[in-house]
């Protein structure tokens, strides 16, 4: 059996079938990278506790030691897989690596103060969120805000092209092509900003959270300042201060739940889009080659905005369930966060591919702008709603019922409204208001 893993026999479609697309995110989310930032925290930790004249460390080894995460590589990422394959504990491998490299550096005298008075969950709980906020920083911002330039480009352009609203799928007042867009744009941005807001929490503080055993070592030493400063100056995250064994993951979950209304606003434009393409109102620009249908030759299907449903639907199973499970531990502890966490760039990678694929249709559509003013023409009955409320200002009785008897259920063109208003006991001037009025200029005000 052929146990080499290639995109043909892997079982996922994203280290598979988009594996091309999204092999960046291993730098953050795989078993490699989960080790290179163990190693990290580890060393960056035991560089710490020098600094804090806990022991004595040569300043001309500290560059060799840094080199450990630094320039980590995949052969070393075997080798703490090998120590694993007797520790049966993952985090104990790193230890053990980062002693090794001591050794072979002639440094055997540091070696117990490798994860001194540490849990492995002082080493994962700070290493995952560290992944996680370079992969926030590094990957999503930069993709999402790329698909918010693409939306802004084209809802710019298409600011004063009026169009049929549509309310419960039915004709209502029209409204512009580019205002529908920035209803999506600044629904993401306003998640954004709540996402921006949420920290990056992390734990330290020994096996259940109280410093047992750095403070029997130490008890001169403010531990509590100490974590504090590694947490949030050194690696740059936020420290939570009560902890039990783990990290709460409070903070995380509500990033998951931000990241998941995000993708559900996304899902909302997606079928919008979709809806819009089967109106023909866009057209989508045919590439050589291509093939909609492999039983009917004319078609052209939205796929790109249908993969990117699917995908941030799949991103937001993975969403949810982080952010209903990590917050749940029993007692000190038990082990489920940490099975679970393996898997936070699945949801990660489906809600990075579903924005390129958005970015891919959204690339492709075609106005077709004689369709979308063929629609307007075709529906005079939305400026009922402009008549009725001038006749409203004018004091006139009952306007609403009188059009209602008009338009509903009937298919009026110009020529019928404008012989409902000639009928009005009303003023000349307000008549000729009224007759001014069309389904391509009653768009209302919004930029």
Request: proline share 5%.
């Amino acid at each position: 059996m052929n146990n080499k893993l290639s995109p043909l026999r892997a079982i996922s479609p994203i280290d598979g079938r988009y594996y091309g697309e999204l092999s960046v995110l291993s730098e953050y989310f795989s078993e490699y990278a989960l080790i290179r930032y163990r190693i990290q925290v580890e060393v960056l930790y035991f560089l710490a506790l020098a600094d804090a004249g806990i022991f004595d460390f040569p300043e001309t080894a500290r560059p060799g030691l840094l080199q450990l995460f630094e320039q980590f590589s995949e052969e070393d990422a075997h080798q703490v897989k090998k120590l694993e394959q007797t520790t049966r504990h993952d985090v104990k491998a790193v230890e053990y690596f980062i002693k090794q490299k001591l050794d072979q550096m002639g440094l055997q005298a540091y070696r117990e103060w490798v994860h001194f008075a540490l849990t492995s969950q002082d080493i994962n709980n700070t290493a995952i969120p560290l992944l996680w906020k370079k992969a926030i920083e590094e990957q999503y911002w930069p993709a999402l805000q790329q698909l918010l330039d693409a939306l802004e480009l084209k809802a710019a352009e298409w600011m004063h092209i009026p169009m049929l609203a549509r309310t419960h799928g039915q004709p209502a007042s029209p409204t512009r092509l580019g205002k529908e867009i920035r209803v999506f744009i600044e629904r993401v941005r306003g998640q954004m900003l709540l996402l921006k807001n949420i920290p990056f929490t992390a734990k330290f503080g020994g096996a259940t959270g109280n410093f047992n055993a750095h403070h029997v070592a130490f008890p001169q030493i403010n531990w509590e300042d100490f974590a504090d400063r590694f947490v949030q100056e050194t690696l740059g995250l936020s420290r939570t201060r009560y902890t039990t064994q783990i990290e709460p993951y409070d903070h995380l979950a509500a990033q998951c739940d931000a990241l998941r209304r995000i993708n559900n606003i996304l899902i909302d434009f997606c079928r919008d889009m979709w809806l819009y393409i089967s109106f023909d109102y866009f057209h989508q620009q045919v590439k050589a080659g291509e093939i909609g249908s492999s039983a009917m030759p004319h078609k052209t299907n939205p796929i790109d905005f249908e993969n990117a449903e699917g995908n941030l639907g799949w991103a937001n199973a993975g969403w949810e369930h982080l952010s209903n499970k990590l917050p749940i531990s029993r007692l000190q502890r038990d082990l489920t966060d940490s099975t679970v966490l393996r898997n936070l760039g699945v949801p990660f990678a489906h809600t990075l591919l579903a924005f390129s694929s958005i970015q891919k249709g959204w690339a492709r559509l075609q106005l077709h702008a004689a369709k979308i003013r063929e629609d307007l023409e075709q529906n005079w009955v939305v400026v009922a709603e402009a008549i009725q409320t001038l006749l409203r200002k004018a004091g006139y009785p009952e306007p609403y019922e009188q059009l209602k008897d008009l338009t509903r259920g009937h298919k009026l063109d110009q020529q019928a409204i404008h012989h409902f208003i000639d009928q009005l006991p009303i003023p000349e001037t307000l008549k000729n208001q009224m007759k001014q009025i069309t389904p391509w200029n009653y768009v209302g005000i919004v930029q």
